[in-house]
């Protein structure tokens, strides 16, 4: 009878050091104080440039400008805010923003998917595309308004040599000044749609692509049923900041329009009713008021969007 030899423990394993948690405190504080050092440039910068305009246009709203030039600006409160936005020149200018919105954004989305999706294949120079597709974002709103303001002139610009004379000329025209100051619009902010929807299209998968090729999914079906919806975050996205875009959109009108009494009031989008109100009827209070109008729409609209059509975006991974 052979004796059973009794079962060997395993050695405890070696403890760790214990950890210095004075020396670990000390070096978080000095990341902590590190980090805040490298924020203070930009804290200041957005303080003096953003903080304190938007205070002091709070503080614009209070007072109104005498009628008399030269008078110094009485304190009012906000009593003249209500005359101001229910203004037949603000309201106006309101209505034709909202137009100029609704012209601006779903087009330059539109276009800057389709351009997207055609520039995602495959193919030998494809990537000379994408620089001309994506070149309008570097684009001033001075040199497209030039461009645009001599393809559209109706000695010899473009439309006359596509056999096109709109009389009055386009520019100069109420039904088509809008739409042709919309269309510049569209093609400065066309560059970074396809960016952002290129840079979308980049994080679907494809093999889910070809695994629906495979199965018998059309080109179409393939688009709408799995491109888009895994597109929806970068789709909200561009739309959110396609709003904000069009919204603060002025140049053009400046450049091209400026104040032709007969185009006047149907381009008077109102980034330019402001600049107006402020320079040439040299009212500050009441400009200030448009201004805070303006932003409390942007931000009402992004959070609808936020709330909203965030409920529509999947982020299936």
Excluded: C
Excluded at 42 to 52: E, I, M, Q
Excluded at 172 to 199: C, D, K, R, Y
Excluded at 284 to 296: E, K, S
């Amino acid at each position: 009878m052979t004796a059973t030899s009794a079962p060997v423990e395993p050695a405890p394993a070696p403890r760790p050091a214990p950890r210095d948690s004075r020396g670990l405190r000390t070096r978080l504080r000095k990341e902590a104080a590190l980090a805040y050092v490298l924020l203070v440039p930009a804290l200041v910068l957005f303080g003096v440039f953003s903080f304190y305009p938007f205070l002091r246009n709070f503080k614009l709203m209070l007072y109104e400008t005498p009628p008399v030039p030269g008078l110094p600006a009485h304190y009012v409160g906000l009593h003249q805010i209500l005359p101001t936005i229910t203004s037949t020149q603000f309201t106006q200018s309101l209505v034709t923003t909202i137009i100029f919105v609704i012209l601006v954004v779903p087009i330059s989305l539109l276009l800057g998917l389709a351009l997207a999706v055609a520039a995602h294949r495959k193919l030998k120079g494809m990537a000379v595309y994408r620089v001309i597709f994506s070149s309008t974002v570097v684009s001033s709103v001075a040199v497209a308004s030039v461009v645009f303001g001599t393809l559209l002139n109706p000695v010899v610009g473009l439309l006359p040599w596509l056999g096109i004379n709109p009389t009055p000329p386009a520019l100069e025209n109420t039904t088509w000044a809008l739409p042709s100051v919309a269309l510049i619009t569209i093609w400065q902010f066309l560059g970074l749609s396809f960016i952002i929807m290129s840079a979308g299209l980049q994080s679907v998968p494809d093999e889910l692509l070809e695994a629906a090729r495979i199965d018998g999914a059309g080109s179409w079906t393939r688009f709408w049923r799995m491109t888009v919806p895994l597109l929806s975050p970068t789709i909200f996205f561009a739309v959110v900041v396609s709003t904000i875009y069009a919204f603060q959109a002025f140049g053009a009108v400046d450049i091209l329009i400026g104040n032709q009494n007969a185009v006047r009031l149907h381009t008077n989008v109102l980034i330019y009713n402001i600049l107006n109100t402020l320079q040439i009827e040299s009212n500050p209070g009441a400009a200030a008021i448009m201004a805070t109008v303006l932003f409390l729409i942007i931000l009402g609209l992004t959070l609808l969007q936020l709330r909203f059509l965030e409920r529509r975006v999947n982020y299936a991974r």
